[in-house]
């Protein structure tokens, strides 16, 4: 290997690391009632029985309930745990014998059932029902309510039980091997008879395909094809005391050891969990894998373990370097993984082995920005000091004496013709393929830092930028115009799909998608669904992900979607989904051709196994825990209800109205991820839409009316998959008595009877009262009729009089006016006659009709306009009158100044619109807004003169108009439109 010539860079020290998985840890401290757990049970609801020294516990994902003697257990030292098909749970103690948790209540078994004294150390149950447990005396069965001893099996103490499905029992003793009883009768396995390790058995388990494991203290047999064999362990593992088993979700076995940890074996070979790996401890009792994958694991003296998201592979204790921050990852032309750190620590792995480099290379401290293996024995490494060229004998280091236009460089890539080119924080530069010299190429100030360089298939070279994207070509650097008017900044890393699309990753600014057959850019952010907007790193995989690292998490985007829906589809990995790297290191993603994706993240190495990945495609079960009234716990049974003693609620709840504040306390049990369970909730009867999704686990209804009412609950689990039925809880609220049926009914009852009785009564004297009354009405009435008739009689009288003293002024002004020689003064006059003459009609009209209060305008405004056209001498041939006015009542004060306005605009026209030809006066009331009506007289004359204002301000007509339009708090315009127009606005009171 040519490579080898670059160990003279080599420590001498070659360090084999320990991966790192996910485990998560319970003790004492999250409500563990002790740190030794002898068993691990998960029952149909999903929940997680413990066997600890300190009693037994229930756990949901997130809280222990305890159950010790105060709760009616024998004693709080449990040693096994079972669950039969019926659904009870068994409990097995190391000193007080049988217990069965049913319904909530503990059922003890003892010397009176049948069972010696002392401890249970193993249950089983037959394809019969029959339950069957090892005893410190021998194997029992339990027939109705009594135990049995199987006689054919010796009075010895037994650690562990089995039955199969071939209905076979296999029962492994402390001393004496291994029995195993069939129809045909009992074969004992020894170490001495047959290939079993050891004669002290601790577990014995069967695997989904049928094979059974023996674990002993000196190591594990397997039974299959009828025969019995030693199942060999790796090598240099001394005295491994198996102590339990368990088969994965990937059909994986798993073996623990009492002082040597966990060991994983995948059908090829082996994979040993220890502290070193992550386990608290390698003391481990117990091991068992939930409905969800999870392997649980329980310790001696460190309490629960979870292993969980097998799919990432942690990196974080180095050795020497202690959860370094990955700031440069590459792969060189083998596929081994290269690193660098912040701080100058530089490595490259293979075998599961980091071959570390000489730290005396570059300054102490110096920042290791990202690596690029030409060949075997040419290394690029760009750090914060420059550039350094690791060769065969030499390293050659370029700096800025040398040429960089900055020290900080972020990328090395050759180009088509050899050429070196330089991402670096004084912009690119290029460095020649023959000569050794640097030259900047970047315009000072347009690019700013440059960070990344991205070579398309097109053979287009890409630069990501402080200040954007740009291009370089022809030896220049230029903005990138298929990019014009994209405002995308800080962008760090660059990447490109199969199709040939290019992704450009901008700190603060999300993805930037491009393709040369679009018409549009395309960004993804926030506003798309982007969880996190500061990317540092994209890569596209050969399954066509493209994975996305930013500063919280990374995503792992389905590309195809992404083209064929025009919408990102991904899957976020985070802390609690086992990516507990955190913030990925810019350009810090690469795949190996094993297909294994490597981040380089700021607690160190994290590598991703796709063919282990998988989503939890099983939905929470969901539980109501508690109901509560008025926001407080509440004891039912004090309050008179039945309660379930299962889950502790009450039983078909019948609440008084005055009880109608309730709380539904709710969860969802998610092993894998119980912080990210959502919920969605109704309470039927009251509102039949779904609540919005919500991580809230608690409902509140205040001031419930009468009715039946059923609360429903749905829960997904972290990966989005929903309870498919609904869990349902109903109850109802009764009325108060004065709204039941029956009592309405009796009050209706009552209420007739009394009616007809008083309806009865009453009936005699209204007859003997209404022919009184009917007199007394009629000689009112007549009273009232004669009195109006006097008082209409009376108002028409002064009405025909107020005309008539009208009319002597009107024959007053008309002989006036015969005197008067000068026509401005007659024109006076004449309007004055116009005046009185409109009121005068007004109270003609008024005591002519029954209705004395109101008057119809247009009748009214007809009657103004035949006096102008007899006063003006003007003929209708000569001004045609067009009134689109309809009949409209309206009372006499506003009918008084409408005819008022009327008569001063119409005046106007036939003085002044025509002066030497025909014409249209046009007179209209629009009334379809009401009470806004627009009161409209127009003609097609000459239109309104130049000095119209002048003339507005000095004529007394038109102020006579302006004041009664301010009595009708109206507003008046004139305007020039084929002649004058004069409009309106007014508001008639309802």
Known sequence: MRFITLLFLLLPALTSQAQQFNFRNWSLEQGLPQSQVNDILQDNKGQLWVATLGGLSRFDGTTFQTYTKRDGLSSNSISCLFQDSKRRIWIGTRDKGLMQLNRNRFYTYDGESGLPPGGVFDIAEDNLGMIWVATGSGVYSLSGTKFASHDSLPPIRYNALLSTSANELWAGSATEGVYRATLQGITHYTSSNSSLPDDAVNAISQSPTGTIWVGTTQGVAIFRQNKLQRFPLPPGLLSPDVTDFTTDTYGHQWLSMRNKGALKYDGKQFQHLTRYSGLRTDKVNAIATDMEGNIWIGTSGQGLMQYRNPWFVHYFDMGQVKEPVISALAQDTKGRVWIGTDDGYAAYMEGGILHWLRTDIWPAGTTLHSMWVQHEDDVWVCSSQGVYRLGPKSVRHYGTLQGLPAAETYQAMPDQAGNMLLATAGGMAIMSVNQQVVVPVSPPGITGKVYTIHRDTNGRTWLGAENGIFRYKNGNVVPAPELSGANFKEVLTIAEDKKGTLYFGGFNYGIL????????????????????????????????????????????????????????????????????????????????????????????????????????????YAVLTSIMLFLKPTDWEALGHKVDSTNGLPINLKLPHTQNHLTFDFHGISLTAPDRVKYRYRLKGHDDNWSAVTDQSFATYASLGPGNYTFQLLASNGDGYWTPSPLTYSFSIVPPI??????????????????????????????????????????????????????????????????????????????????????????????????????????????????????????????????????????????????????????????????????ELASNTLKYAFPDRTGLLRISLDSRNKPAYVLVVADDGIGLPDDFEDRRKRSFGLHLVTSLTKKLNGKIDFKNNNGTNSILHFVLAS
């Open 513 to 620: 998608a491009f393709h040369d057959s679009w018409k549009a850019l395309k960004v993804y952010n926030s506003q798309s669904g982007l969880p996190n907007e500061g990317i540092k790193s994209l890569y596209v995989d050969r399954s066509n992900f493209l994975w996305v690292g930013t500063s919280r998490s990374v995503l792992k985007m389905r590309l195809d979607e992404l083209h064929r829906l025009g919408r990102i589809s991904f899957r976020s990995y985070a802390n609690q989904d086992g990516f507990r790297g955190m913030e990925v290191s810019n350009k810090g993603i690469t795949q190996t051709p094993d297909g294994t994706v490597w981040f380089a993240t700021s607690k160190g190495l994290t590598m991703y196994l796709p063919d282990m990945d998988r989503r939890n495609r099983v939905y929470p």
């Open 738 to 903: 004065w709204r039941r049926e029956w009592f309405i009914v009796l009050l209706l009852l009552i209420g007739s009877g009394g009616a007809i009785s008083i309806v009865r009564l009453r009936e005699s004297s209204l007859v003997k009262l209404n022919s009184l009354l009917e007199q007394k009405v009629q000689h009112r009435t007549e009273l009232l009729e004669q009195k109006n008739r006097e008082k209409e009689i009376l108002l028409k009288e002064i009405h025909h009089r107020v005309k008539n003293n009208l009319q002597i002024i009107m024959s007053m002004l008309n002989l006036q006016a015969r005197h008067i020689q000068d026509p401005k003064a007659l024109e006076v006059m004449q309007s004055i006659r116009g005046r009185v003459r409109s009121m005068a009609l007004l109270h003609e009209r008024l005591y002519q009709h029954e209705d004395l209060a109101a008057i119809n305008l247009h009748d009214y405004f007809k009657s103004i306009c035949d006096g102008l056209y007899a006063t003006y001498g003007v003929t209708n041939q000569q001004v045609r009158l067009q009134l689109d006015v309809p009949n409209l009542m309206v009372e006499a004060d506003t009918a008084l100044s409408l005819g008022l306005i009327v008569n």
